[in-house]
């Protein structure tokens, strides 16, 4: 096993050897269909696709999950109308705003991965303010994945590796897998174990390319608005009745 795998499943010792997902990634796709099917503009199906997002951090901890991260807005997601994106900006404010205070009463760590460094300057504040007030919590993580792109957070990772060996911070022979993926938005989060896509699309749009290298995929056709608690103890069902073999055969995991 290639320690840059960080698996973070682990049989706990009264679960009977059945092993449960720690980190549960969700592409949340949906909300334009939902909305165009009920004759509703997109943003209104954004806006429910906000409350879906709410139930499922709601039930990640009831499936105790440790870990929950969330696709949101991709940097392929620039080129809707401006509207559109406005709009999504917008929900992304008033969620942090809403949500915080619960988030960081029941002991829930708010991190933002994604380039951060051209968001509009309100914005760039309040990811700042989740952050940083929610730091010490350690019950459970929230990962926003906003303005997010896998291709991209790699590229940061490997400008920022290079930027370190040109300052004599860090020695061309140290970097492995493990140690670049140190250099990534999601820093120390183990790996996703499930990712999760809604609304019938079988593919990963740039999504966590090298955390998800050894995840289970789980794509269901419900649109993400209609994603619930049953739908989400359903997908991790399915996730305990796989085999992970990380390349290996079949029953040997040594
Ligand atoms: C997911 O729903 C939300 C974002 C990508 C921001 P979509 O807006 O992609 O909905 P569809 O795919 O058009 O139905
Ligand atoms: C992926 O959904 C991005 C998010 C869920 C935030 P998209 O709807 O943007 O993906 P494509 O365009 O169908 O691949
Ligand atoms: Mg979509």
Redesign the pocket.
């Known amino acids: 096993m290639n320690a840059a795998q960080k698996p973070s499943t682990d049989p706990t010792p009264d679960s009977g050897g059945v092993v449960s997902p720690v980190h549960v990634a969700i592409i949340?796709?949906?909300?334009?269909?939902?909305a165009?099917a009920r004759g509703l503009r997109?943003t209104d199906?954004?806006r429910e696709?906000v409350e879906a997002a709410r139930r499922a951090v709601e039930a990640a901890q009831d499936l105790g999950l440790k870990y929950l991260t969330l696709?949101?807005?991709?940097t392929e997601?620039w080129r809707r109308p401006a509207g559109e994106i406005r709009d999504?900006m917008g929900l992304l404010k008033q969620f942090i705003v809403d949500d915080l205070p619960r988030l960081k009463k029941e002991g829930v760590r708010v991190r933002i991965i994604g380039d951060k460094v051209n968001l509009a300057p309100d914005v760039s504040a309040l990811v700042q303010r989740a952050e940083s007030e929610t730091r010490e919590n350690q019950k459970f993580v929230l990962q926003i994945a906003f303005n997010y792109g896998g291709r991209d957070e790699i590229l940061r990772a490997a400008k920022a590796a290079i930027s370190a060996i040109q300052d004599g911070d860090l020695q061309l022979e140290d970097v492995n897998e493990s140690l670049f993926s140190s250099y990534l938005d999601t820093g120390d989060t183990p790996d996703p174990d499930l990712v999760i896509r809604t609304?019938g699309?079988k593919r990963i749009s740039n999504f966590l390319i090298w955390q998800a290298a050894y995840a289970e995929y789980v794509f269901t056709d419900v649109?993400?608005p209609d994603f619930n608690a049953e739908i989400f103890a359903k997908a991790i069902e399915e996730f305990n009745n796989r085999e992970r073999r990380y390349g290996g055969v079949a029953g040997k995991t040594g």
């Open positions: 949340m796709d949906g909300n334009g269909r939902w165009k997109r199906g954004h696709g696709y949101s807005f991709s997601n999504l609304s699309e649109l993400w």
